[in-house]
C-alpha cells in the first residue's frame, strides 16, 4: 500500500492539523510561489482545519528535495575526535535524495554491512533559489527553517569501497528528517543549540551548534557560489563528536537497536534499526 503524505503544521499545545487543503506539499513549488509568508496568514482560525489523529504516520518535514547537500568535518571537536586537521573550506558532499524519510521510520542496516553509523546534525531547508549570493549576511533571506537531520553512514562503504562518501551515505532511509520544520523567527540563536544523540538509551552525542567550523549562512553563501540552491533543497551542516567510528573499538548499528535524537527547539527523533 503507497503510503499518501499530506502537508500539516503543528499548534504549541502538540496538536497536528492538515493543511492539505491549501497546497499540496511542502516541496519546491510551495516555497517558489511565497507559501511561508501565504500560511502564515491563514493560520489565525487552526480550528478551520481536520485535526490530526495521534495514531498518524509522520513524514518528513519536507517532500523529497532536488538535493541533499551536506557538509563534512563541521564541527572542530568532531574534526579532533576523528584525528583530522579542520578544512579550510566546507568538505562538500551529496546523499541520494530518496534517503529522505521522516523521524521515527526505521533505520535500513543495508545488506552486506557491519559499520552502519550514526550522526546527528543541524538541516537548512532552502526557502528560495539562490545562485552566486553577494554576502554572507544576504544568506539569511534564503532560509525557510531549520530542522532535525540524520546523517546515517555506513563507513566501510563510505571509506573503505574506494573512497566514495555518496555510496556510504545513500542507503535506503539513510536521512531521517523533522519531525518538524522550524522557521527561522522560532530559534533565538540556531548557533547556540544543544545537540544530542542516544543509542539504547545510553548517549553518545553530545555537542552544541557553536563549535561549527562553518556556520549556517557561510555554508548557503559559499554553496551558491559553486550551484545553484534551489527552494526545498536540504543542506545537512555536520555532526559534533561521538559518533561510532570515532569510538575505541568502534561501534556500530545492528537490527534492533533504538537511536534517539534531539536538537534544542527542534524536537526529538526515533528509530528503530532493522536489516534491509
Known sequence: MKLIE???????????????????????????????AALKKQLENMDAFPEVPESARWGACVARPGKVICIGLNYSDHATESGMELPSEPIVFQKGANTVVGPYDP???????EKTDWEVELGIVI??????????????????????????????FQLERGGQWTKGKSCD??????????????????????????????????????TMVFDCYYIVHYLSQFMTLEAGDLITTG????????????QYLKAGDVVELAIEGLGRQRQVCVNA
Not at 533505520?107 to 554491512?113: C, E, V
Not at 554576502?135 to 525557510?144: P, W
Not at 523533522?178 to 544530542?196: A, C, K, N, R, W
Not at 555532526?239 to 568502534?250: H, S
Request: net charge negative; glycine share 12%; with cysteine.
Open 6 to 36: 499530506k502537508p500539516g503544521v503543528l499548534d504549541e499545545q502538540g496538536r497536528r492539523w492538515d493543511i492539505s487543503g491549501m497546497f499540496t506539499d511542502w516541496d519546491r513549488t510551495f516555497f517558489r510561489q511565497g507559501g511561508m
Open 239 to 250: 555532526t559534533p563528536p561521538g559518533v561510532g567510528l570515532g569510538m575505541k573499538p568502534p
Open 127 to 156: 526557502g528560495q533559489d539562490a545562485r552566486y549570493l553577494d554576502s554572507v549576511e544576504d544568506a539569511k533571506n534564503y532560509i525557510a527553517g531549520y530542522c532535525i537531520s540524520h546523517d546515517v553512514s555506513e563507513r566501510a
Open 173 to 210: 532511509n539513510f536521512n531521517p528528517i523533522g519531525p518538524f520544520l522550524s522557521t527561522p523567527d522560532e530559534i533565538e540563536d540556531v548557533h547556540q543549540l544543544t545537540m544530542s544523540l542516544w543509542v539504547n538509551g545510553v548517549q553518545m552525542q553530545k555537542g552544541n551548534t557553536r
Open 107 to 113: 533505520i535500513l542496516i543495508p545488506r552486506k554491512s
